[in-house]
């Protein structure tokens, strides 16, 4: 890595920082800290001052609009990646959403052994960087998908940094544990994932489960837990819990700017339709504040009896498009609306129970695409939990 000092103004010299490095690997923690020290002193500077920007090497192009699909670390890494690569050499799409650190809380790759997170890495993907080369090499745009809260690995190896109850680690009825959005040390665990993401070559950096567990306000009281600099602000504890996961993003945000990325979040649709989300501390405008994209989960399998439609899932373009009003209408309030970019569904959702669901195919994923771009909304990400998508899909509009 090498420091390149640029100074204007020979009675007050400002400084700016231009980094380049051709082996993210080689760079020590030394380096690194002295990178967010730059950026600190970079903060006051004018916006117009020439900053400093990482350059991973990798060069991809924002498409026209990002139509994407999610992708698991095992498929990222198996026989199925190259079915995947097909879908996009063959199709309208044109991006992947990849795991890097997943629901468990497991990085998808082994990272370095000198590594802070070399104890949580697993060998799902081999070669992360032979991948987004391969990526490169295909035109498909990479996110890297980092989910922030719901972490059982961490919850269980720092007790303190997540929720207890009676003593022992909480989870909820999945068994899945939470870590504290409270918790500065959190956040930074995360960022410095996302900024390991983004040294290796992703374009943008998806932040999921920026939350607290669903439910939270009915075991608030029943559950120990440090609020760290929240405690004993003054405000409640609705306005605590919604400041805090905010304050997350406009951090994360903040100290991925040097790495030359988008920033987007993942946030449950319903939250668009409500003032806020108090008891998980999701409010969509002030998330969407802080981000370049913002992707709603707007799943018609997941909603009940919403918009006067009493069975969603029966009708795709309907619920998408009357959500896509309610979105349209809350991004319409800010002076800087990030791109808004939700997720669809493809797959089946038979657990509804017979007459509550449709099999989704063709027709049914493209329904819900039309109603996105009926509404100018022209950028969309399909979810399939087994990466195993609808074939003949018309993408475009």
């Known amino acids: 890595m090498s420091l390149k000092y640029i100074a204007t103004s020979a009675s007050a010299a ?4 231009t980094v380049f490095s051709t082996d993210a690997n080689a760079e020590t923690q030394h380096e690194e800290h002295q990178i967010r020290e730059m950026i600190e002193m970079q903060k006051g500077f004018p916006d117009s001052m020439p900053r400093f920007v990482y350059d991973s090497g990798l060069s991809f192009e924002y498409p026209d609009a990002v139509r994407g699909i999610y992708v698991t670390g095992h498929s990222a890494g198996g026989e199925r990646f190259e079915t995947l690569l097909d879908l996009m050499d063959n199709t309208d799409l044109n991006a992947m959403v990849v795991d890097v650190k997943e629901d468990h809380g497991y990085l998808t790759y082994k990272p370095e052994e000198d590594s802070p997170f070399s104890d949580i890495g697993q060998p799902y993907i081999k070669d992360m960087r032979e991948m987004l080369e391969t990526l490169e090499e295909h035109e498909v745009y990479p996110i890297a998908r980092v989910v922030v809260f719901k972490d059982s690995v961490l919850a269980e190896k720092r007790p303190d940094l997540s929720f207890q109850e009676n003593g022992q680690v909480w989870a909820n009825g999945r068994g899945e544990s939470f870590v504290n959005p409270f918790m500065k040390e959190v956040w930074d665990y995360n960022v ?10 992703f374009k943008e950096i998806q932040f999921d489960y920026v939350r607290f567990p669903e439910g939270f306000e009915t075991r608030d009281d029943l559950l120990e837990y440090g609020t760290g600099d929240y405690a004993d602000d003054g405000s409640d504890d609705t306005n605590e819990r919604v400041d805090a996961v905010t304050d997350f993003v406009e951090y994360a945000s903040d100290q991925l700017k040097p790495y030359d990325v988008d920033v987007s979040v993942d946030i449950f649709g319903y939250s668009a339709t409500l003032p806020e989300a108090p008891g998980i501390g999701q409010n969509f405008n002030r998330i969407s504040e802080h981000v370049d994209v913002i992707s709603s989960m707007i799943y018609p399998s997941h909603w009940t009896s919403y918009f006067g439609i009493e069975k969603p899932d029966l009708e795709p373009y309907n619920l998408i498009a009357e959500y896509a009003k309610v979105e349209n209408a809350k991004l319409g309030e800010l002076e800087n609306p990030p791109v808004s970019r939700p ?14 669901y449709l099999v989704y195919g063709p027709n049914e994923v493209k329904a819900q695409i039309d109603a996105l771009y009926d509404n100018g909304i022209n950028e969309f990400l399909l979810w399939n939990a087994g990466n195993t998508y609808t074939g003949g899909v018309d993408y475009l509009p």
């Open 14 to 17: 400002i400084l700016a920082f």
């Open 343 to 356: 997720w669809i569904q493809d797959f089946t959702a038979s657990y509804l129970g017979a007459g509550n």
């Open 192 to 201: 410095d994932i996302a900024i390991e993401a983004a040294k290796m070559g």
